[in-house]
C-alpha cells in the first residue's frame, strides 16, 4: 500500500508552491474584511441588531462571514482553484506519463491527489474561523467564545465540500485544460442561490449547495451538508476513480 | 499590431472564450428577470430599474471579475504552457505589438461580455413589457462605464496572469480579491481604495445620492485610468526585458 508515500510525496510537491499563496492569504483576507467590518459596523448596528434578535456576538461574527462576506459562496470556487494548483504540474509538466508508469496503483494516485486537496482545504477553513476568534478577541466581544459553536462550523464545512472536493479532482485529473474545472466551479456558485431559491429539492443533488446549509442559526437544514457532502463525495470519487484506471498513458 | 491581433483572435478561436462571455451574462440576466417577474404587477414599481438591480447586483460583484480573471489567464496560458514564448519571442516580432495586441484581445472579450449583458437586460425588459421609454442612460451607460471602472481590475490580472506560468496565481488572486467586495462596496468610506468595488458601483443605480459620491465617483475613474496606464506601462517595461530562455 503505497498510498501515504504517495500522499507525503504530493504534500512535497507543494511545499515551496503557490497553493500557499491561496492556504494562507484567503484566511488572512477574510479576517482583515471582517476585522474592518467589526470595526465599522459593531458596536453602532451589529451589536444592538443582535441583541434583539438574541445573537451573541459570536453568532453575528459567523453570519457575517459565512453569508454577509460570502464565505459560503465562494467556498467551492477556492476548493476549485486548490484542486487545479494540485493537478497543475502533471499537466503541465507531463508528469501524469511519468507518474502512471511508476509501480502504483492508479486508484492510489487518485485518492493521494484527492486527500491532498481535502488537507490544504482544511487547513484554509481553519484558518478562516481561527481569524474570526482572532476579531472577536481584538474587537472585544462581551460574551465568552462559544467554541461549540465554531468548532462545529469547522467541522460541518469540512464535511460539506467533500462532494466539491471529489468533483474538482475528477474533473482536474480528466481535463488538460487547466482553466475548465475552475471555469465548472465559477459556474456552480453562480447557479446555486438560484436553485436553492427555485428548486430546493433539486439542490440537494448539486455539491456546490452544501456550504450554504451550514447554518448553525438553523440547525434543522445543516444535515443535508452532511449527508450530500458524504454521499456526493463516495459516488463521484468511485466514478472518478474506474475512470482514471481507464485513462490514456498518453 | 493588426497582425499581432489577427493572430491572437485565430489563437483563441477555438478556446471557448467568447462561450463564456456569452453564457455568463446571461445567467445574471436570467436572475434579473425572475427578481422583476416576481415583483411585476405590483403598483408603482419600475421594471426596468428593478430588472437592471436584479441583474446588476451578481453581474458587477461576482461575475465580471470573475471572468475577466479567467480572460486573461486563458490568454496568456496559451503561451505559457509548451514553453510557447520561446517560440513567439524569437519571431521577428515586436514585443510591445505581442504585449498590447493580449491586453487589446482580452479587452474586445470585457467589451462583449458587457455588451451581451446589456442586450440582455433590453430584450428581457421587452419581454417582460416594461413600461415607458428605455431607460438608456442605466441599461446602455452604465454597463459602458462599468468597463472604464474595471480596468484596474484589468490590469492587475493582466500583469499577474502574464509574469506567473502557474495558472493558480492569478486565479487564486482574482477570487481572493473577488470575495470581499460585497462587504467593501457596502462601506461609503473605504470602497473608493478597493478596485474590485468600482464595477459593482458603477453600475448600481441610484448609488449617487450626494456631490461628496459624485466626487468620489470622478475620482474612481480617473484612479482607473491612471492605475491601468500605470499598471500596463510597468507590465511593458518587464515585458521588454523578459529573457527569452
Given amino acids: ?250 | 499590431m493588426f497582425n499581432n491581433l489577427k493572430i491572437e483572435f485565430m489563437k483563441i478561436k477555438r478556446s471557448n472564450i467568447f462561450l463564456v462571455a456569452t453564457f455568463f451574462p446571461i445567467l445574471a440576466v436570467i436572475q434579473g428577470f425572475s427578481f422583476a417577474k416576481n415583483i411585476k404587477g405590483q403598483e408603482e414599481i419600475d421594471l426596468w430599474g428593478a430588472l437592471f438591480s436584479g441583474s446588476t447586483l451578481m453581474y458587477g460583484m461576482l461575475i465580471l471579475p470573475i471572468f475577466i480573471t479567467i480572460i486573461f489567464a486563458i490568454i496568456t496560458r496559451i503561451e505559457h504552457s509548451n514553453n510557447g514564448w520561446k517560440q513567439l519571442l524569437s519571431l521577428p516580432i515586436r514585443r510591445e505589438d505581442v504585449y498590447i495586441s493580449k491586453l487589446i484581445l482580452g479587452c474586445i472579450a470585457v467589451l462583449y461580455n458587457l455588451v451581451v449583458f446589456l442586450i440582455g437586460i433590453l430584450i428581457s425588459g421587452i419581454i417582460l413589457g416594461g413600461k415607458g421609454s428605455i431607460p438608456l442612460d442605466i441599461i446602455v451607460l452604465r454597463p459602458l462605464l462599468a468597463f472604464i471602472s474595471s480596468l484596474p481590475i484589468i490590469a492587475i490580472q493582466f500583469y499577474i496572469s502574464f509574469k506567473f506560468k502557474n495558472v493558480g496565481v492569478p486565479l487564486g488572486v482574482g477570487a481572493i480579491f473577488t470575495l470581499p467586495t460585497i462587504l467593501i462596496a457596502n462601506s461609503t468610506k473605504y470602497w473608493i481604495f478597493y478596485p474590485w468595488t468600482y464595477p459593482v458601483l458603477t453600475m448600481m443605480p441610484n448609488f449617487v445620492t450626494s456631490a461628496e459620491q459624485t466626487l468620489r465617483y470622478g475620482i474612481m475613474y480617473g484612479v482607473s485610468i491612471l492605475s491601468f496606464i500605470s499598471i500596463i506601462g510597468v507590465g511593458l517595461y518587464k515585458f521588454r526585458s523578459k529573457d527569452i530562455i
Fill in chain 1, 1 to 250: 500500500m503505497k498510498l501515504p508515500i504517495l500522499i507525503k510525496t504530493e504534500l512535497s510537491k507543494q511545499r515551496r508552491g503557490f497553493i500557499w499563496l491561496m492556504i494562507l492569504g484567503i484566511p488572512l483576507g477574510t479576517t482583515m474584511a471582517m476585522f474592518l467590518d467589526m470595526y465599522i459596523r459593531y458596536h453602532d448596528y451589529l451589536y444592538v441588531k443582535g441583541q434583539e434578535l438574541g445573537f451573541t456576538s459570536w453568532d453575528i461574527l459567523l453570519r457575517e462571514n459565512h453569508r454577509v462576506l460570502g464565505w459560503g459562496i465562494f467556498l467551492p470556487l477556492f476548493i476549485a482553484v486548490i484542486a487545479t494548483i494540485i493537478h497543475y504540474t502533471e499537466f503541465e509538466e507531463d508528469n501524469w506519463k511519468k507518474l502512471l508508469t511508476l509501480p502504483v496503483r492508479r486508484w492510489e494516485v487518485y485518492i493521494s491527489k484527492l486527500i491532498t486537496i481535502v488537507i490544504f482545504s482544511f487547513i484554509m477553513i481553519a484558518l478562516n474561523s481561527l481569524g474570526l476568534v482572532l476579531v472577536g478577541k481584538v474587537i472585544g466581544f462581551p460574551e465568552a467564545i462559544n467554541y461549540r459553536l465554531y468548532g462545529e462550523y469547522i467541522l460541518y464545512q469540512y464535511v460539506a465540500i467533500l462532494g466539491v472536493v471529489a468533483l474538482h479532482n475528477f474533473l482536474s485529473s480528466h481535463t488538460k485544460n487547466v482553466i475548465i474545472p475552475v471555469v465548472i466551479g465559477f459556474l456552480g456558485i453562480i447557479v446555486a442561490p438560484g436553485v436553492l431559491s427555485k428548486n430546493p429539492d433539486l439542490a440537494k443533488l448539486i455539491p456546490y449547495t452544501y456550504t450554504y446549509y451550514i447554518n448553525n442559526l438553523n440547525v434543522g437544514n445543516s444535515s443535508i451538508a452532511l449527508y450530500g457532502g458524504i454521499i456526493s463525495m463516495i459516488l463521484i470519487s468511485v466514478v472518478g476513480i474506474l475512470s482514471f484506471n481507464k485513462k490514456d498513458i498518453l
